[in-house]
């Protein structure tokens, strides 16, 4: 098993760029796949990044996803930040061990400010 | 549209029984993979169990091994949760989530969720 490891909140104001980790405990990262859902209050959560990079139609181009094999970790980026853009934010990925679960991080709150 | 209905939740007291059902609509149900997710107030996302389009292959969190079962029935485009055995711990909104794939296991996302149906275990 592994867990991913995610900042509890991170801030920013409206108009900047803002990059929120997601960093697996064990395990290569590129060994499978990240998303990262977008959960509003009271709402159910929805995919902003699929497959490490990809994004879902209707997702906007300020959304991007990587990841970094060196600190074992993916990120969100958000750029042109919109108070829209406010929520918690969760990164995903699977554990094809003997497991075979579904990992989630523990959430990252973003305020814009 | 894709449509997922959570339903099936509410107060019960510990050592109780729940079944959750979530009615599938806009979608050709028996192609894909489902799963129950749940989410406790105010923590994060805990993936539950999953199934695949033809219940072949099966998995469940160790938090709920052995107390929950999935199922489906994909004639009535329906999902099922029977959840034995609960303890406050199992206080969660539930949400049923779609695979964009028809096997169980991969590494992919949850492409469509429900709104959830909430289970408190209290006495």
């Known amino acids: 098993n592994f867990m991913l490891t995610q900042p509890h909140s991170v801030s920013e104001s409206p108009g900047k760029t803002v990059t929120i980790s997601c960093t697996r405990s064990s395990g290569s990262i590129a060994s499978n796949y990240v998303q990262w859902y977008q959960q509003r209050p009271g709402s159910s959560p929805t995919t902003v990044i699929y497959?490490?990079?990809?994004?879902p139609s209707g997702v906007p181009d300020r959304f991007s996803g990587s990841i970094d094999s060196s600190s074992n970790s993916a990120s969100l980026t958000i750029s042109g930040l919109k108070t829209e853009d406010e929520a918690d934010y969760y990164c995903?990925?699977?554990?094809?061990?003997?497991?075979?679960?579904?990992?989630f991080g523990g959430g990252t709150k973003l305020t814009v400010l | 549209e894709v449509q997922l209905v959570e339903s099936g939740g509410g107060l019960v007291q510990p050592g109780r029984s729940l079944r959750l059902s979530c009615a599938a609509s806009?979608?050709?149900?028996?192609?894909?993979?489902m799963h129950w997710v749940r989410q406790a107030p105010g923590k994060g996302l805990e993936w539950v169990s999953g199934?695949?389009?033809?219940?072949?292959?099966?998995g469940y969190a160790d938090s709920v091994k052995g107390r929950f079962t999935i199922s489906r029935d994909n004639a009535k485009n329906s999902l099922y949760l029977q959840m034995n055995s609960l303890r406050a711990e199992d206080t969660a909104l539930y949400y049923c989530a779609k695979s964009p794939t028809s096997i169980y296991s991969g590494s992919y996302q949850f492409d469509y969720w429900g709104q959830g149906t909430l289970v408190t275990v209290s006495s």
């Open positions: 806009g979608f050709t149900f028996d192609d894909y993979a």
């Open positions: 199934i695949s389009w033809n219940s072949g292959s099966i």
């Open positions: 995903q990925s699977y554990d094809s061990s003997n497991q075979r679960n579904w990992v």
């Open positions: 497959e490490d990079n990809q994004r």
